[in-house]
């Protein structure tokens, strides 16, 4: 277990450096970050001026090595825009995306399991055929499509929720800044999580059901019927347990989906999570933000897979950790 | 984003009404990325001086000055004017407003890198007493009151001694903020919330103002923009796409706005890079085969006003007879007689997120372009990369849109068709790379002209030489458009500068 950890975390360094060496070679793609400090007026000379105090006329491997020694020390750079520490930025909108996408994940796992079961139960049942047509039909609309229509819906036409924005917080223990316990935070978070729910929930309806149909005819499950036990117990304990184990997996892949969805919501929905500074740096060439965005994301990503392995052996025993080639 | 700006527009037809207090919630498009008022001279951060700050003087609807904090002015001197200023005004900080005050602030202004454009042409500030200074240019200067506009006095003993400006790390004058302004700012959570309240010892007694609370929001997407007024999330927002504009002015309860601005759209026609463009017939051909009148029609949704000049017709230099021309034909036999009738191929850039449907209008430029057998190869690009790309001059033919922030036509010049000069700043968006040593000569002699007269005729004179030359090829002036709930009387407040004056907002009961 420990040994599995330590490599987890050798890989995670590895990723860590090859994410910043990718986000610094493509900095000078994305603009000027100058450019966006000053106004229209301002003279080409101060401009060069600027570039130089900033250090962004120096070579490739002058920045990245100024760059990778502060990153050693803990400084992951200052953002252009904030003015602050961008771990500090980061962390600080991390709350508003971790809350939203808490949401949209506790909505598939309470919409999309019972959908999945029943499909897989009553393969020929009208209801199970009219998920199944639904969920194709979700599976080809992009995200933005359902966010745009849930707010002509709810907010527009019915006035039933917020458009944009995160609305009241309240702040627990000194540093999470929480929509989830006021009547207005929570109203806000309705469209974007449903949105970013319902992008998510067809595929794992789907993926449920095959699991599940899969699992059903197994042998250990006509046992158990001929042993005499309980549909429900058979369904819900017996089947659905043997089924969470590759929907684990793919849950844990799909994390990478809902951070790309998050973006999009978050910038639909005005939501100010880390999806929103994301696209917000990109637009302000905020090139210190972006890489440690981007490095805070890739590490996010090595943590989920690292969980998902955990949990895999919890979930199935005969799983070996070691035997994973991991 | 462009499909979701679509959706929106099919979609919102209803709207349900909300009931309204004195406070305004606003949606702009930009916020200002500091609170130092003179840490970036943009749209965001003078919108925000107009709210915290008051300036020494500003521009009305009809476009002439207002008095706000200097009360009458006098010129003293061809390059000395004298300021007289308001009594009894306190800062936020409750320090009173005195001339130290206002020579304070022209002398920072000096020292920002953004309005030292600007403030260089003024030689030094003086006190005279409390309530009087003299401000002495370098030269006789026939703009000082359109540059002291942009003066909003800030309050010396509050920022005296840290009062550095910085591009890129936190200064105090970045994080706090005492100005003379209708508006304290509460709260500030940068990039999504600005919360004012209304100053209750502002001097202005006599405006009409009701708006005791002011929550300003950013959103950049159109489409959330629009659908967080149409929901009733948001009182006034700025701008609206011109997509949208028909079904947000179908919206009962729904006023929209649309004003003229002064920012012109223009291509510039690389003479450096391209041989063909040195030739007048090929630029003057490219004048004829672009239509004007068609592009603001069926792009722009008739939100503009075609060009055919660099100044809008409340500039001194606008001159009334030169329209746009559009004839296929004379174009099509100009490039025969300069012998391209087979035409050529060039690049071209235009940004895609910087100014109203500016990729459509790349895109139809391009086409009428291939219609006297110019094949354009177009590369839009997001403004934070299109920038970079004009100052490298990357392709011969480069769209800009350009704001004077004088109100004057030489601005317009100075910055588009001067003979570029790295030092000053002058020619620093002429990407056409042409170069009239008697256009800047006649630029240089209309910044000190103080006769309009003669000013109007070396304005006007550059105006139709440019004409002449086909140095460039204006397309037209943007139209502003702001939209708001019928009880909030914007059109009041609203200018073509786009700095809303929400001091003297009205929002009726």
Same mark, same amino acid.
């Given at each position: 277990?420990?040994?599995?950890l330590?490599?987890?975390?050798?890989?995670?360094c590895?990723?860590?450096?090859?994410?910043s060496?990718?986000s610094?070679?493509?900095?000078?793609?994305?603009?000027?970050?100058?450019?966006?400090?000053?106004?229209?007026?301002?003279?080409?000379?101060?401009?060069?001026? /600027? !570039?130089?105090?900033?250090?962004?006329?120096?070579?490739?491997?002058?920045?990245?090595t !100024?760059?990778?020694?502060?990153?050693?020390?803990?400084?992951?750079?200052?953002?252009?825009?904030?003015?602050?520490?961008?771990?500090?930025v980061?962390?600080?909108? /991390?709350?508003?995306?971790?809350?939203?996408?808490?949401?949209?994940?506790?909505?598939?796992?309470?919409?999309?399991?019972?959908?999945?079961v029943?499909?897989a139960?009553?393969?020929?049942?009208l209801?199970?055929r009219?998920?199944?047509?639904?969920?194709?039909?979700?599976?080809?609309?992009?995200?933005?499509?359902?966010?745009?229509?849930?707010?002509?819906?709810?907010?527009i036409?019915?006035?039933?929720?917020?458009?944009?924005?995160?609305?009241?917080?309240?702040?627990?223990?000194?540093?999470?800044?929480s929509?989830?316990f006021?009547?207005?935070?929570?109203?806000?978070?309705?469209?974007?999580? /449903?949105?970013?729910?319902?992008?998510?929930?067809?595929?794992?309806?789907?993926?449920? !059901?095959?699991?599940?149909?899969e699992?059903l005819?197994?042998?250990?499950? !006509?046992?158990?019927?001929?042993?005499?036990?309980?549909?429900?117990r058979?369904?819900?304990?017996?089947?659905?347990?043997?089924?969470?184990l590759?929907?684990?997996?793919?849950?844990?892949?799909?994390?990478?989906?809902?951070?790309?969805?998050?973006?999009?919501?978050?910038?639909?929905?005005?939501?100010?999570?880390?999806?929103?500074?994301?696209?917000?740096?990109?637009?302000?060439?905020?090139?210190?933000?972006?890489?440690?965005? /981007?490095?805070?994301?890739?590490?996010?990503?090595v943590?989920m897979?690292?969980?998902?392995?955990?949990?895999?052996?919890?979930?199935?025993?005969t799983?070996?950790?070691?035997?994973?080639?991991? | 984003?462009?499909?979701?700006?679509?959706?929106?527009?099919?979609?919102?037809?209803?709207?349900?009404?909300?009931?309204?207090?004195?406070?305004?919630?606003?949606?702009?498009?930009?916020?200002?990325?500091?609170?130092?008022?003179?840490?970036?001279?943009?749209?965001?951060?003078?919108?925000?001086?107009h709210?915290?700050f008051?300036p020494?003087?500003?521009?009305?609807?009809?476009?002439?000055?207002?008095?706000?904090?200097?009360?009458? #002015?006098?010129?003293?001197?061809?390059?000395?004017?004298?300021?007289?200023?308001?009594?009894?005004?306190?800062?936020?900080?409750?320090?009173?407003?005195?001339?130290?005050?206002?020579?304070?602030?022209?002398n920072?202004?000096?020292?920002?890198?953004?309005?030292?454009?600007?403030?260089?042409?003024?030689?030094?500030?003086?006190?005279?007493?409390?309530?009087?200074?003299?401000?002495?240019?370098?030269?006789?200067?026939?703009?000082?009151?359109?540059?002291?506009?942009?003066?909003? *006095?800030?309050?010396k003993?509050?920022?005296?001694?840290?009062?550095?400006?910085?591009?890129?790390?936190?200064?105090?004058?970045s994080?706090?903020?005492?100005?003379?302004?209708?508006?304290?700012?509460?709260?500030?959570?940068?990039?999504?919330?600005m919360?004012?309240?209304?100053?209750?010892?502002?001097?202005?007694?006599?405006? *009409?103002?009701?708006?005791?609370t002011?929550?300003?929001t950013?959103?950049?997407?159109? @489409?959330t923009?629009l659908?967080?007024?149409?929901?009733?999330?948001?009182?006034?927002?700025?701008?609206?796409?011109?997509?949208?504009?028909?079904r947000?002015?179908?919206?009962?309860?729904? %006023?929209?706005?649309?004003?003229?601005?002064?920012?012109?759209?223009?291509?510039?026609?690389?003479?450096?890079r391209?041989?063909?463009?040195?030739?007048?017939?090929?630029?003057?051909?490219?004048?004829?085969?672009?239509?004007?009148?068609?592009?603001?029609?069926?792009?722009?949704?008739?939100?503009?006003t075609?060009?055919?000049?660099l100044?809008?017709?409340?500039?001194?230099?606008?001159?009334?007879?030169? %329209?746009?021309?559009?004839?296929? %034909?004379?174009?099509?036999?100009?490039?025969?007689?300069?012998?391209?009738e087979?035409?050529?191929?060039?690049?071209?850039?235009?940004?895609?997120?910087?100014?109203?449907?500016?990729?459509?209008?790349?895109?139809?430029?391009?086409?009428?372009?291939?219609?006297?057998?110019?094949?354009?190869?177009l590369?839009?690009? *997001?403004k @934070?990369?299109?920038?970079?790309?004009?100052?490298?001059?990357?392709?011969?033919?480069?769209?800009?849109? #350009?704001?004077?922030?004088?109100?004057?036509?030489?601005?317009?010049?100075?910055?588009?068709?001067?003979?570029?000069?790295?030092?000053?700043?002058?020619?620093a968006?002429?990407a056409?790379?042409?170069?009239?040593?008697?256009i800047?000569?006649?630029?240089?002699?209309?910044?000190?002209?103080?006769?309009?007269?003669?000013?109007?005729?070396?304005?006007?004179?550059?105006?139709?030489?440019?004409?002449?030359?086909?140095?460039?090829?204006?397309?037209? #002036?943007?139209?502003?458009?702001?939209?708001?709930?019928?009880?909030?009387?914007?059109?009041?407040?609203?200018n073509?500068?786009?700095?809303?004056?929400?001091?003297?907002?009205?929002?009726?009961?």
């Open positions: 277990m420990l040994a599995f330590l490599r987890r975390l050798i890989q995670a590895f990723v860590l450096i090859v994410i060496l990718i610094f070679a493509i900095q000078d793609k994305l603009g000027d970050p100058v450019r966006q400090m000053v106004g229209m007026t301002t003279t080409p000379e101060v401009r060069e001026q /600027l !570039r130089d105090e900033l250090g962004l006329n120096d070579g490739f491997i002058t920045q990245y !100024r760059f990778a020694k502060n990153a050693l020390t803990g400084d992951f750079g200052t953002s252009y825009y904030y003015k602050e520490p961008t771990i500090d980061i962390l600080k909108k /991390l709350p508003a995306t971790f809350e939203l996408a808490f949401c949209a994940i506790l909505l598939v796992i309470c919409i999309a399991t019972p959908f999945g029943i499909t139960i009553h393969p020929k049942h209801v199970s009219l998920i199944m047509l639904v969920s194709s039909i979700g599976l080809s609309i992009p995200i933005f499509i359902i966010a745009i229509f849930m707010v002509y819906v709810f907010s036409q019915w006035n039933l929720a917020p458009s944009f924005g995160r609305g009241e917080t309240t702040l627990l223990f000194g540093f999470w800044e929509g989830l006021t009547k207005d935070g929570l109203s806000h978070l309705l469209l974007p999580s /449903l949105s970013l729910a319902i992008a998510l929930i067809p595929i794992f309806v789907r993926l449920i !059901r095959s699991e599940m149909s699992v005819q197994s042998e250990y499950i !006509r046992f158990a019927w001929s042993k005499g036990l309980s549909a429900p058979i369904y819900f304990f017996h089947a659905l347990k043997n089924t969470m590759p929907i684990i997996t793919i849950g844990g892949i799909q994390a990478g989906t809902l951070v790309a969805y998050t973006i999009l919501t978050e910038t639909i929905f005005q939501w100010p999570g880390m999806g929103f500074l994301f696209m917000d740096a990109v637009s302000r060439v905020d090139t210190p933000l972006i890489s440690a965005y /981007l490095m805070v994301v890739g590490g996010m990503f943590v897979n690292t969980f998902v392995d955990l949990i895999y052996g919890l979930v199935n025993p799983v070996r950790l070691a035997s994973h080639g991991l | 984003m462009k499909p979701t700006v679509i959706i929106v527009a099919c979609l919102s037809i209803l709207f349900s009404s909300h009931t309204l207090s004195a406070t305004l919630r606003m949606a702009f498009d930009a916020d200002p990325i500091s609170l130092d008022p003179h840490e970036q001279l943009s749209e965001g951060t003078l919108q925000f001086s709210l915290a008051d020494l003087l500003r521009w009305q609807q009809n476009g002439t000055f207002e008095a706000r904090l200097a009360t009458h #002015w006098q010129a003293i001197t061809p390059s000395t004017t004298r300021f007289f200023l308001r009594q009894g005004v306190t800062f936020h900080s409750g320090n009173p407003l005195t001339s130290a005050d206002v020579v304070y602030t022209i920072r202004l000096k020292r920002s890198a953004d309005f030292r454009a600007m403030f260089d042409t003024i030689q030094s500030a003086k006190i005279i007493d409390d309530y009087t200074f003299d401000v002495t240019s370098a030269k006789p200067n026939p703009l000082i009151l359109n540059i002291m506009t942009y003066v909003f *006095p800030m309050d003993a509050f920022y005296q001694g840290k009062d550095e400006i910085v591009k890129y790390g936190e200064t105090f004058a994080r706090h903020v005492s100005g003379t302004g209708p508006f304290i700012l509460k709260k500030r959570e940068l990039g999504s919330r919360e004012f309240t209304r100053n209750p010892n502002y001097w202005d007694t006599a405006s *009409p103002g009701n708006v005791d002011l929550i300003s950013p959103i950049h997407t159109d @489409a923009r659908a967080a007024l149409l929901s009733g999330d948001v009182d006034f927002i700025f701008p609206i796409s011109p997509i949208d504009i028909q947000t002015q179908r919206t009962t309860g729904i %006023q929209l706005v649309t004003m003229p601005s002064t920012r012109i759209l223009l291509l510039h026609m690389n003479q450096t391209r041989k063909e463009f040195r030739d007048v017939r090929v630029r003057k051909a490219i004048n004829l085969a672009i239509n004007q009148s068609l592009i603001v029609d069926k792009i722009l949704r008739g939100y503009a075609p060009a055919g000049q100044s809008p017709n409340r500039f001194l230099g606008h001159v009334a007879d030169l %329209q746009p021309e559009y004839d296929l %034909q004379k174009a099509r036999q100009l490039m025969k007689e300069a012998g391209y087979q035409g050529f191929r060039i690049s071209m850039m235009a940004p895609n997120n910087r100014y109203t449907n500016d990729e459509k209008v790349a895109q139809a430029v391009a086409a009428m372009l291939a219609k006297i057998n110019i094949k354009a190869d590369k839009t690009l *997001p @934070a990369q299109y920038f970079k790309e004009f100052d490298d001059r990357s392709a011969d033919m480069m769209m800009l849109g #350009w704001q004077s922030d004088t109100m004057d036509s030489n601005n317009l010049f100075e910055f588009i068709i001067a003979c570029a000069d790295a030092k000053t700043g002058l020619g968006y002429n056409s790379e042409f170069c009239n040593p008697s800047t000569d006649d630029i240089r002699q209309a910044n000190q002209e103080l006769n309009p007269e003669r000013r109007l005729r070396l304005l006007q004179g550059i105006e139709r030489t440019l004409y002449q030359e086909s140095a460039v090829v204006p397309l037209y #002036w943007q139209f502003l458009t702001w939209a708001a709930k019928d009880k909030v009387n914007i059109q009041d407040v609203i073509d500068r786009n700095y809303p004056y929400i001091g003297d907002l009205i929002i009726e009961e």
